[in-house]
Nanobody, 123 residues
């Protein structure tokens, strides 16, 4: 199983980025997908999750209204659209796949993880 995250970069506060995560080696359309992030010196935290069908999404309070998670099962890809970025969003962003009933915020519910992509937001 491989999860390849991309789309990170350096952006000014208030700007936008779109992360992508391409999956291979698993039946993607049957897996819930999650995005997590880890800032320097901090623990990994949940950002957003999306159900296998795309029919349900969940978000951390800190990103609600600014970030949108979506997926294209035909392309085995999940996205994270990040708008109105803030310096506090600076972190390495990871995508993860889990075969749980609904997308959750618990890292232990996700069996597979990508390598991460760096997002840096300057003030």
């Amino acid at each position: 199983v491989q999860l390849q995250a991309s789309g990170g970069g350096l952006v000014q506060a208030g700007g936008s980025l779109r992360l992508s995560c391409a999956a291979s080696g698993l039946p993607f359309s049957t897996y819930n997908m999650g995005w997590f992030r880890q800032a320097p010196g901090k623990e990994r935290e949940f950002v957003a999750g999306i159900m296998w069908s795309g029919g349900r999404t969940v978000y951390a309070d800190s990103v609600k209204g600014r970030f949108t998670v979506s997926r294209e099962n035909a392309k085995n890809t999940v996205y994270l659209q990040m708008n109105r970025l803030e310096p506090e969003d600076t972190a390495v962003y990871y995508c993860a796949a889990g075969r749980i009933m609904v997308p959750t915020a618990k890292a232990e519910d996700y069996a597979y993880w990508g390598q991460g992509t760096q997002v840096t937001v300057s003030s």
